[in-house]
Nanobody, 121 residues
C-alpha cells in the first residue's frame, strides 16, 4: 500500500525558516508529479508548489521567491524549503503525489496526513 509521510513542521517566528519532507513508500513503480498543498483554518486547501519528474517547478504567487520545492527520486522524497515565513503561512501542509502503483498497476493520487506549520509574529 502506498503511503506519503510528511515531517518537519513546527512553530517558528516570522522571518524564520522550515524545511518540510515527504517520503513515499509502498508498491511504487514511478512517481510523476509531487505537490505541496496547504490549508488554513476555515479555508480551502490550496496548491502552493509542484515539481514534475523532470524537475520542472511551479509556485503559487503567495510563496514565489520564498519557498523552494525539490525532489530526490532515489529516496522517493519531496522537500519544501520555506524561508522568510510570515504569519499568513500558518496552515496544515499536505504532500500530494501522482504515483504508478505496482500492486494495482494503475496511476493514482495519494495524500499525506499533513503537518502543522505555525508562524508567530
Amino acid at each position: 500500500q502506498v503511503q506519503l509521510v510528511e515531517s518537519g513542521g513546527g512553530l517558528v517566528q516570522a522571518g524564520g525558516s522550515l524545511r518540510l519532507s515527504c517520503v513515499a513508500s509502498g508498491s511504487i513503480l514511478s512517481i510523476n508529479i509531487m505537490d505541496w498543498y496547504r490549508q488554513a483554518p476555515g479555508k480551502q486547501r490550496d496548491l502552493i508548489a509542484s515539481v514534475t519528474s523532470g524537475d520542472r517547478t511551479n509556485y503559487a504567487d503567495s510563496v514565489k521567491g520564498r519557498f523552494t520545492i525539490s525532489r530526490d527520486n532515489a529516496r522517493k522524497t519531496v522537500y519544501l524549503q520555506m524561508n522568510n515565513l510570515k504569519p499568513e503561512d500558518t496552515a496544515v501542509y499536505y504532500c500530494h503525489a501522482e504515483i504508478f502503483d505496482g500492486r494495482y498497476y494503475r496511476h493514482a493520487t495519494y495524500w499525506g496526513q499533513g503537518t502543522q506549520v505555525t508562524v508567530s509574529q
